[in-house]
C-alpha cells in the first residue's frame, strides 16, 4: 500500500513577512486599512508592546487617556509573565527597564509580590537602590533577596578571572631580578632557564635568577575606589561593589571603597558582604568628586604603592577647578590615577569632557570601561603598565 503523497509546506511570502514585522514594530498605528488578521501568537507579541510602547494619537478620541501596564501589581505581574513568555531574556531585561523609566514602574516595585516576578538585573538593582529609603517593612527582606541573587551572579561570573588578573600582575611586580641568595625563588628560577639545561652533564646553567619580592613579605599595593553614587552611574555602583569585595579577598592588596555624592561615606568596613555596601548607598543626590579625592588623599599613606581608581562621569558639582587641582596633588605624590567614566555593559557614557581632557592633560587615563574588561585593566595599573581603553570600549571616553 503506498503512502499518499503529503504536499510541500508553503514557503512564507517574504512581503507578508516583512510586513507583519513592521506591523508588530510600528503598532496598530501602522496597521494597513483594513489590517490583515494577527494570528494568536501575534496577536499576544502586539499587545504587550504596545501596554509599553503605544501612546494614542492626541488628536484622537479619547486622547486624554494614557495606555500603559495599569496601576495594579496583578496587571503587572501578568505583563511580566507575557514579557518572559514571548521574548528572550536580553530584550526581557531592555523591557523591563523601559518600564521602569517609561511607566513609573518604580512604584510598584515596592510591592513584594512583584519583586517576586521581575527577572533580577543590574538595572532593577539600580531601582531598588534609588528606593531604598521608601521601600516598606514587608518589601525590603525581598529586595535584598533580589540584590543578592544579582551580586552572586556577578561574583560567579567575574571573581575569579579579576583574582587571576590581580595576582599575577601583583606577583610580576614584586619579582626581583638580582636577589640575594636567600631570596632566590629556585622553582621561578629553574623554569625561566629550563632552555639552559646540558643533559650531558645533568646541570642546568641559570642565565638569570629570579627573587622572591616584597609580595611575599608584606602587602604589594594599596587600592582606593572611589565611586560616585550619582543616580546616572547606578550600574556603576553595583559593579564596583562586587570588584571592591573581591580585590578585598586578595591578601597582598589593601582595599578601600568610598563611596560620595555632597557627602562622603567609606564603606570598607562592609567589603566583605557587597550586599551591605550596596545597601549603604545612597543613589541620587549631587557630586563633590574633589571632596571624595580628598578624603581618600588623607588616607593614603603609602603613594608609590598606591592606585587610586575615581568612578565617575565628572560632573563635578563642587568648586571647578577643585577636582583637577586634587588629582595633580594624588599625581605629584606618587600615586597612580585612572578615571574610569563608567563600569558597566552600556554604550558610551555621557560626561564631562573639558574635565576628562584636563585629566589628560595630567597623564591620567579616562575612559569606560566594561565588567570584563576590568580586570585587565586593574592589573595593568597594579603592574605599572600603560593603562589604554579595552578595545572593546575604544572611543567611549574620547567622543
Request: net charge neutral; hydrophobic share 45%; glycine share 8%.
Amino acid at each position: 500500500m503506498t503512502a499518499p503523497d503529503v504536499p510541500p509546506a508553503p514557503l512564507p511570502d517574504p512581503a507578508a513577512e516583512r510586513a507583519r514585522r513592521w506591523r508588530l514594530v510600528l503598532g496598530a498605528p501602522a496597521a494597513p486599512d483594513p489590517a490583515p488578521p494577527l494570528s494568536a501568537r501575534d496577536a499576544a507579541l502586539d499587545r504587550t508592546l504596545a501596554a509599553l510602547y503605544e501612546r494614542p494619537d492626541p488628536a484622537s478620541p479619547g486622547a486624554d487617556r494614557t495606555g500603559g501596564l495599569g496601576a495594579s501589581a496583578p496587571s503587572v505581574t501578568r505583563w511580566l509573565g507575557d514579557v518572559r513568555t514571548h521574548f528572550p531574556s536580553s530584550v526581557v531585561e531592555v523591557m523591563q527597564r523601559d518600564a521602569i523609566d517609561r511607566l513609573g514602574l518604580a512604584a510598584l516595585l515596592l510591592e513584594p509580590e512583584l519583586l517576586a516576578e521581575v527577572t533580577p538585573d543590574v538595572h532593577l538593582v539600580g531601582a531598588l537602590l534609588s528606593l531604598r529609603q521608601a521601600l516598606p517593612e514587608r518589601t525590603r527582606q525581598t529586595a535584598r533577596t533580589v540584590v543578592r541573587t544579582v551580586v552572586a551572579e556577578l561574583e560567579r561570573r567575574l571573581a575569579s578571572r579579576t583574582r587571576t588578573a590581580v595576582r599575577g600582575a601583583l606577583d610580576r611586580g614584586a619579582r626581583v631580578r638580582r636577589p640575594r641568595h636567600r631570596d632566590i625563588d629556585w622553582n621561578r628560577t629553574i623554569a625561566a632557564n629550563l632552555v639552559h639545561y646540558l643533559p650531558e652533564h645533568r646541570t642546568l646553567v641559570p642565565e638569570r635568577l629570579v627573587g622572591r619580592g616584597r609580595a611575599d613579605r608584606a602587602v604589594g599595593k594599596d587600592v582606593f575606589l572611589c565611586v560616585d553614587q550619582s543616580g546616572s552611574m547606578a550600574a556603576s555602583v553595583v559593579y564596583a561593589a562586587v570588584f571592591g569585595a573581591v580585590l578585598a579577598s586578595i591578601r597582598t592588596l589593601t582595599t578601600r571603597l568610598v563611596v560620595f555624592d555632597t557627602a562622603v561615606v567609606d564603606l570598607t568596613e562592609a567589603l566583605d558582604d557587597p550586599v551591605d555596601v550596596l545597601f549603604g548607598t545612597r543613589l541620587g543626590g549631587g557630586t563633590d568628586i574633589a571632596r571624595a579625592l580628598a578624603h581618600c588623599q588623607q588616607r593614603i599613606t603609602r603613594p608609590a604603592e598606591t592606585v587610586l581608581v575615581l568612578i565617575s562621569d565628572l560632573y563635578e558639582g563642587g568648586v571647578r577647578g577643585e577636582l583637577t587641582k586634587r588629582v595633580a596633588a594624588l599625581r605629584a605624590s606618587g600615586v597612580r590615577c585612572l578615571v574610569l567614566l563608567a563600569l558597566s555593559d552600556e554604550g558610551a557614557p555621557a560626561y564631562d569632557h573639558r574635565q576628562a581632557a584636563e585629566l589628560a592633560a595630567l597623564g591620567v587615563p579616562a575612559f569606560a570601561c566594561t565588567p570584563d574588561a576590568f580586570p585587565e585593566v586593574m592589573a595593568a595599573a597594579l603592574e605599572g603598565r600603560p593603562v589604554v581603553a579595552p578595545a572593546a570600549r575604544e572611543g567611549a571616553g574620547t567622543r
